[in-house]
């Protein structure tokens, strides 16, 4: 396993208009104060096709003035916005940027260990606010729909893969209500994947292979315990990694897969079931700076024999 799967980090921000607090730990430093290497805990899930990622992220053992401006006790503001970054020392980045929706005291151990939780979620109120009211005419560019869709999420929108044959609608297309409800029945009528990252907007064609780095995931990598083969998808869990997206195209190697579907019963299932190229379809890190969890869970969709030519040189370990 390589060295930059050691030496743990986060950086856990919460800011509003008037300032912010950093929460750091920080590889191979020990630095005196009361912000650096505090225990935290989180869970940040990021979906394709919502728009949208929540996170739970908790914190111990703050100070008493520190506690009071995250609850909002008192005269000041409490903080409105997050962010938090972790990873290994040869491996760090964001994880989850967003807003801090509900905040509560969290108590362990019989109330022996303090900690203040967060519930965040990444879209902005202004987008979740926003509706869509169109109808556009008889034979419109089924992009030109999609786009028109898009465009209250106000982020760039990016198209991945040939859209070119897609049939046109002879009847008029109502897109009325939530604009992240419209682009899901979009995306089912259409056939691709979307989600918004990073401040845009990628709608990426079914079966498309994005043509960036392809990871490697094995035992050799950093995947933890076996993967879950079923008759759609692979469940994996794999070392922290927040280089990995939505959409990333990764190749499974694994001696040893548990398979969970009808077919065991009735078919011969080779030893290799669940290995090859599969597209990232959600997205989950979770983690304990002071325990044991420090992963990635990712569900995938495995690409067919056409989107896998050509990108076996692009995986990388």
């Not at 703050?62 to 909002?72: D, K, P, T």
């Not at 807003?99 to 109120?125: M, W, Y």
């Not at 029945?185 to 907007?201: I, S």
């Amino acid at each position: 396993m390589s060295d930059e799967l050691f030496l743990r980090s986060y950086r856990l921000k919460v800011g509003r208009v008037t300032g912010s607090r950093v929460y750091e730990m920080r590889t191979g430093e020990i630095v005196p104060g009361d912000n650096d290497g505090l225990r935290i805990t989180f869970q940040a899930t990021h979906f394709a096709g919502n728009a949208l990622s929540v996170a739970e992220i908790t914190i111990y053992n703050v100070s008493a003035y520190a506690e009071r401006q995250m609850l909002g006790d008192g005269v000041t503001k409490k903080y409105e916005f997050i962010s938090l970054e972790a990873g290994y020392a040869g491996q760090f980045g964001a994880v989850f940027v967003g807003q801090i929706v509900n905040v509560q005291r969290h108590l362990e151990d019989g109330g022996a260990t303090k900690g203040i939780r967060f519930f965040c979620k990444s879209s902005a109120k202004e987008r979740d606010q926003n509706l869509i009211n169109l109808t556009l005419s008889p034979e419109t560019d089924p992009v030109q729909i999609i786009e028109a869709c898009a465009e209250p999420f106000g982020a760039e929108i990016q198209f991945y893969g040939d859209f070119s044959e897609l049939k046109r609608r002879s009847r008029g297309t109502v897109l009325q209500g939530s604009p992240t409800a419209c682009m899901n029945e979009l995306a089912e009528a259409f056939q691709f994947d979307w989600m918004v990252e990073n401040g845009a907007l990628k709608v990426i064609k079914r079966e498309f292979a994005l043509a960036n780095q392809v990871y490697v995931i094995s035992a050799g990598t950093g995947m933890i315990g076996s993967p879950v083969v079923t008759d759609t998808e692979v469940g994996i869990r794999y070392a922290l990694n927040p280089k990995i997206k939505l959409g990333d195209t990764i190749k499974l190697e694994s001696m040893a897969p548990r398979f969970e579907f009808s077919g065991a019963f009735f078919y011969d299932i080779p030893r290799t079931i669940g290995e090859g190229f599969y597209k990232v379809n959600s997205l989950v890190f979770a983690g304990d700076s002071h325990g044991d969890q420090w992963e990635a869970q990712l569900s995938c969709l495995r690409l067919s024999a056409a989107a896998q030519a050509g990108i076996s040189q692009r995986a990388t370990r």
